[in-house]
């Protein structure tokens, strides 16, 4: 009888697996991190580093990957969850990505976010009250989830964002397409507004939104996170053409 393949577990976050790579070496995990992360400051991609560190060391660097199927279908549960806990990870995301410093939530991964925050189908507003500790648990979970997601579905260089990658699956193709588009504006000093789509000069925006937006929703005093991801958000991810 032949024995079965064995099939390495697949990781989830970099995390996760740079963790495995480091038990698996014998080395501090804050040291296989910094050599992962030079690695990809000169233009590797997250696997690739990770792969390329494990052969030096002797480990099998096809034991080493992550599945994006299983990160989008993650942030997908927790978007799920509850209306009032997804309208705070957006906003709590929407001001990291203008921040400066370590503190910046990285824009390709904020233009992640929106697309599969505008996949969530309408939900009704509840009531639900959570606690301080449980937002910043899951928008920690959602920012390492999200950050992971477009290093492996994205295709990288010291420019950052250059395309599609290469083993990106069908299924996000897409994804990084609109990922790689809007980076490449902001690069150029454009910014798509998140409330109508628009696409302006990122001086002019407030709130990642053009002006416009910017002050009728400031007049409207309720702002939700079905603004969060463009064209008239009715809840989640729907548009007003869309419901009709």
Known sequence: MTTPRYVPEVKVTARELIEELAEDIGLPYSTVARRVNRLVAKGNGLLDS????????????GKYRIDASKIVAEVNKILREDYTQTLMISAVLGQMVEARGPERFPAPAFFAFLELLSTVPEAHRDTK?????EIEERTTRIIELMT?????VCEWSKQGVVGVAEDCP???K????????KTKLLQGGLWTCISCGTIVDVRDTH?????????KISGRGDRG??????RDRTAYGRTETEGS
Do not use: H
């Open 207 to 215: 709130a990642l939104m053009c002006r416009d937006c910017d002050q």
């Open 148 to 152: 992971t997601l477009v290093s492996v």
């Open 174 to 181: 897409d994804l990084a397409r609109v990922v790689f588009r």
């Open 225 to 230: 996170y079905e603004d969060f991801g463009g």
């Open 129 to 133: 009250s959570e606690t301080s500790a």
């Open 50 to 61: 990770v792969r390329e560190i494990a052969q030096s060391t002797g480990a099998d660097p």
């Open 170 to 172: 069908d299924s996000l």
